[in-house]
Each structure stands twice: as C-alpha cells, then as structure tokens.
C-alpha cells in the first residue's frame, strides 16, 4: 500500500503519546502521577454544562452552518472586542472543533507546496506538522534564553526568503508560558509589514497570566497588522472545555470564506450543542474561570518551588499557560546513568518512577521536559517526591 508523501513523514503528538501511555498504565492497576496533561484538571462549569443540555432539551441537535451558529460569532465578537479592543464581523469569524482544527484548515488555506512558514522555538508539538501537511515548509528560529526564549524582529527578517508566507507568535506560549512584550510584538509586526507576511496569532492560553504580567494581541497593534493576522483561540483551556471541542479564528474575510468552504466538506459543522455551550461561556459568569486562573498561579508557585529544591534543574519562569518548561541537561548523567536526551530520561521516568512529564523533543527542544501544573497539589507534591528521588538515586 502506497500513502500520500504527505503524510510520510508525520510524526505522533508526544503529549497525546504519553498521556495515553499513562493512562495505560493506570489501567493496569500502576499508580502513575501524570504531569503531562495539556488540559486543566477541573471540570467545566455547571452554567456552562446547563446551557448544553438546555440546548438539547430544545432540538438544538441538528446541523448548524459549517461557520459556526450566529449566536456563537456573535458572542466572540464581543469577547474580542472586550477583551482584546478588536472589531470583526461575522463574516470575519469561523466557528471550529477546537482552536487545532482552527490552525491545521487555516494552514491548508494559506500554503502552497514549499511555501515557509516561520515557527519561533520552542514550539507547540502540532506547529510543524499541520504546515507539512499543507505542503508547506516549516522555517525554524531559536528563542534565545536571554531573551525568555522568544524571538527577535532581526531573528524574524533574517531569516524571511522569498517564500516567506506567515509566521506564528504563541502568546502565552506552550511550552515556555513566555509572552510578548506590546514593544516586541511591534517590531515584529513592522517586519511582517515590510516584507508582507501572515501572523498567525495562537492565543489560546491569554486568560492564564501570572505576577500582573499582560497579554496583548499583535492584532490590535495597528491597522495593517490587524489585516494579515488571523487570530486563533477557543474555549478549551480558558473553562476546562478541551473535550467539547470549540475553537474559532478571527480575521481576513477571503481568508475566512475559505475555510468555511473546507469545514462544509470535512466536519460539516462544529457540535451543535457544543456550540450553545460555548456561547454560555464566554458571555456568561467568568468567576469559575477566575477561580482556575488563581489556584493555576498558587500551583505554579509551588511548582517552581519543588524544582528549586532538585539539584540540576533549570525551569523557565513562566508567565502564563499552565506548564513549567525544565532544562534538564545537568541530569542526564547522574548516578551511572547516561541518557542521550530528554526523550530516554523521560521514557525512564516513567517506567521507574511511574511519573509522566513530556519529553522536549516535540517542542524542538531535546534537553527540556514539559510539566503541567493542571493536576492537584497532591499529585504534584508526589510526583515531585518521585522524580527529585529518581535523579538523586536515594529515598527523599
């Protein structure tokens, strides 16, 4: 059997790999500590919750337009007008299943075979594998650690080409928890102007933010950047709603159009009811979502604490999302042991310690682990316990 070249060189998401493997495991009986979940730990709120099942008491369990329901485009219009000082229209909005399905349709939009893509690393896992599905090529720029990992706007025009078709900024980021500073974003944006690029501005995690710091969208920056960004969110991690699948972007009408042309031959539609959830969510009581954003704060605290506290450990102080990137080169050969990479020392971890953290290697950083803080202090407390005695070798 032939596949597509497309797809030949695909590789797995590590983080649905280990979280699977994980559960796994528990399956069996083994008492894992998963700190590996991209997901909040909580449930979704009970006015959301009511508002979908009200939405099905009613027969709102049909099709819905591919775009999404007029009430949903509505709500987020608003939301990002509140929140973010953006105005669109509903043409301007398409109604996704999650803020992924939003970026993998919007890159079959955008890229013809070999155009380039430019991704700022460390990255989330799916960036370079949804532009090698377009066709596209993914162009790679190393945040420097004495800039938080972020890029620069002379990173950005060094390494544009003739083939240069857009950029993606994750801020929050996934998997640093850095942010853009409203200057960097700037410069960024005047670069994007001089040469004519996209911004793919992935915004997912703009609700958790830590230590007053402020999330800014590089859309409202200007007038010209606000044309070529195509902003990307959804409601999965803002109300703990990952499963109901509901992303939306936000940005040029053609750009848009398109993409709701290739939801009406691919999803259909976005869940029905789903839909009526979401509208709930962002138009209604955010204290949950308020609650959430504070214990993330206090965990990550502790977190960082319990990483202070392991000889060998390097985290990177995030200031928002819900993870603490760690370097952990200084403990891959300790105590006869002698890993190559994060990958093996992580693998190890787990099978040892019965500890589940995300290997960087995914995130294009080989020498880090990603660890999520969306578990409760309990767990984190003893998966900590576990890994500070896995790398000292001796009972803690």
């Not at 508002?51 to 608003?78: D, F, H, R």
């Not at 200057?183 to 102007?193: G, H, N, S, T």
């Not at 985290?315 to 080169?329: H, K, N, R």
């Amino acid at each position: 059997m032939h596949l597509a070249k497309r797809v030949m060189g695909l590789s797995p998401s590590p983080t649905l790999a280990i979280t699977a493997k994980a559960k796994e495991l528990r399956s069996k009986g083994i008492d894992v500590i998963g700190l590996g979940a991209g997901e909040p730990d909580f449930n979704t709120p009970e006015h959301i919750i009511e508002s979908a099942i009200n939405s099905m008491q009613k027969g709102q369990t049909k099709y819905t337009p591919s775009g999404g329901i007029v009430e949903l485009k509505k709500a987020v219009i608003e939301k990002m007008q509140k929140d973010n000082g953006l105005e669109y229209q509903a043409k301007q909005i398409i109604i996704t299943l999650g803020a992924k399905h939003a970026l993998h349709t919007l890159f079959q939009v955008i890229c013809n075979p070999h155009d380039e893509v430019i991704i700022p690393v460390p990255y989330w896992v799916s960036y370079p594998e949804q532009v090698k599905l377009a066709e596209g090529t993914p162009v790679f720029i190393e945040g420097a650690e004495e800039n938080g990992y972020k890029i620069t706007a002379a990173q950005l025009e060094q390494a544009i080409s003739s083939r240069t078709k857009a950029i993606i900024i994750n801020s929050p980021s996934n998997p640093t928890g850095t942010i853009y500073s409203k200057k960097e974003l700037l410069e960024i944006a005047e670069i994007c102007r001089k040469h004519d690029i996209l911004i793919v501005s992935d915004e997912i995690y703009e609700k958790f933010l830590y230590d007053g710091a402020e999330q800014v969208s590089i859309a409202s920056l200007s007038e010209d950047a606000y044309r070529r960004t195509i902003v990307i969110n959804g409601v999965s991690k803002t109300y703990s709603m990952t499963g109901w699948r509901i992303g939306y972007a936000a940005g040029d009408e053609k750009i848009i159009s398109v993409m709701t042309d290739i939801a009406s031959h691919s999803t259909s539609n976005p869940v029905s009811f789903a839909q009526y959830g979401a509208v709930e969510a962002l138009s209604g009581s955010q204290e949950e979502l308020n609650k959430m954003r504070d214990e993330f704060e206090k965990r990550r605290n502790i977190v960082l604490d319990f990483v202070k506290e392991i000889p060998g450990l390097k985290p990177i102080i995030p200031q928002g999302a819900f993870y603490v990137f760690v370097d952990v080169s200084e403990v891959l050969h300790l105590n006869g042991r002698d890993f190559s990479n994060a990958d093996e020392w992580a693998e190890a971890l787990l099978e040892e310690a019965k500890v589940a953290v995300i290997p960087g290697s995914g995130f294009g950083a080989p020498n880090y682990i990603r660890v999520s803080y969306a578990t409760s202090l309990d767990q984190l407390q003893e998966g900590f316990q576990r890994i500070k005695k896995f790398i000292l070798g001796k009972e803690v």
